[in-house]
């Protein structure tokens, strides 16, 4: 009998599970997919490390994770600056001097400032209906029809005008000439890919891979003292309640005969008309030199029970629902619901460590 099977391999397993093992518990690990890692896996392929379910940028201000998740792996100065591609035309992300500069010529703050304020009070609108106003109001005309608009719209699959303003609450300008995406003091990608993150924390712990735990509950469930549970928490209590919602995505994976495709590693497609919404080059994350090069495409899509949950919709009728489905879980004996999918928050993987820390300190009563 194991202390705890902990169902899925993703890093609030995995960082689990590694926790628990140092604390002299015996864990199982089991995964319904072909591999560990959850969404932070990486395929190699022509020895480039394939971000398999989209590009993942490890990013975070707080030290203590910075330096917990280098016991593992080194990590690369990879600094995120993603370029937007508006009908053929090339901007810097996030919306900086260097983007003011190819949108309107301008050389100094002052004169971006004004620009966008002025376009903000031509609108003159109050109180924001809907996302498309919270934009305008936010940052002017220019900047949201060819870098916000049509992108949102693809993500979501409506129009901006029929989604909530909530989803936009800030929408980050910078007046320096800066393309650092993220503003945190540590960032980068792990030298070798980030399956060391995985085999690191998994090492010496029991892992099965393909099995899913509804498959064959009960018997698992006998396996262990207590259960971690990563999956989906609406899936765990047979959807009683009603299915929470997600957005979906679709990956498009090309090996192309050449060096480089496009020069950077995020490129935004930001027009409504080409369907995907980037094209990530994978071998950028880590200054590859290798003589091919792998490219995804990839396409927002309506999320159906059985598709991968990629991103919770945290709307008010969803809260309101997980909080129902809260309720639940704890009033289960002897389960953890934890990450991404087990408590239906769109965390990235610092806060899932994060939580997942916290998770173990509760557990074992004790400071990490
Ligand atoms: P995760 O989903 O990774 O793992 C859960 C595991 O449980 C999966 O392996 C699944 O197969 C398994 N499972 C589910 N149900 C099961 C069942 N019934 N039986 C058995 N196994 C089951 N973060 C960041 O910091 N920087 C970034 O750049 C990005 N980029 C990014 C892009 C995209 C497209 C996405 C979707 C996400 C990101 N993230 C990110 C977020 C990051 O992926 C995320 O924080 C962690 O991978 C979440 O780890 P979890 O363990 O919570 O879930």
């Known amino acids: 009998m194991f202390d705890y099977l902990i169902v899925g391999a993703g ?49 975070t201000s707080d030290k203590t994770i910075w330096e917990y998740i280098q016991q593992f792996v080194q990590f690369n100065h990879y600094i995120n600056s993603p370029i937007a591609n508006y009908k053929g035309e090339l901007y810097n992300l996030p ?21 966008i304020a002025s376009q903000i009070a031509d609108l003159n609108i109050q109180e924001p209906q809907n996302l498309e106003d919270q934009a305008l109001k936010l940052v ?5 029809e ?15 005008t029929q989604l909530p303003p909530f989803i936009i609450r800030r929408l980050p300008v910078r007046f320096t000439f800066d393309n650092n995406y993220f ?15 995985i085999e690191g924390l998994l090492d010496g712990i029991e892992t099965r891979l393909n099995i899913d735990f509804f498959t064959d509950r009960n018997q698992l469930t006998k396996l262990a003292h207590k259960i971690v549970y990563t999956g989906c928490i609406d899936e765990y209590f047979e959807y009683q309640l009603g299915e929470l919602e997600y957005r979906s995505l679709k990956f498009e994976h090309e090996q192309l005969d ?33 003589k091919t090069t792998i ?9 159906q029970r059985g598709m991968e949950c990629y991103y919770p919709i945290n709307n008010e009728k969803n809260t309101q629902l997980y909080n129902r489905y809260k309720d639940l879980a704890n009033a289960e004996n002897n389960v953890i619901f934890g990450g991404r999918l087990g408590e239906y928050k ?6 899932v460590i994060g939580a997942a820390l916290k998770s173990v300190q509760k557990e074992f009563n004790h400071e990490i």
């Open 11 to 59: 890093l609030f397993g995995a960082v689990f599970a590694h926790e628990a093992k140092k604390n002299g518990k015996s864990c199982l690990v089991i995964d319904k997919r072909n591999h560990s890692g959850g969404n932070i896996y990486c395929r190699q392929t022509d020895n480039i490390n394939v971000h398999e379910y989209g590009a993942h940028i490890f990013h």
């Open 346 to 351: 769109y965390y990235d993987m610092h806060q």
């Open 183 to 197: 503003n945190d003091t540590y960032q980068g990608v792990p030298v070798g890919g980030y399956n060391k993150i």
């Open 295 to 303: 490219i995804t495409k990839e396409y927002p899509v309506q999320w």
């Open 258 to 290: 050449m060096q480089n495709f496009q020069g950077n590693a995020v490129f935004n497609y930001t027009d409504r008309e080409i369907p995907y919404t980037r094209i990530i080059e994978h071998k950028h994350f880590e200054f590859g030199t290798q």
């Open 95 to 115: 919306f900086n001097m260097n983007t003011f500069y190819q949108l309107w010529k301008v050389q100094t703050p002052k004169e971006a400032q004004q620009i």
């Open 140 to 144: 002017g005309k220019d900047i949201y």
């Open 146 to 160: 060819k870098l916000i608009k049509g992108y949102t719209e693809k993500q979501w699959g409506v129009s901006c």
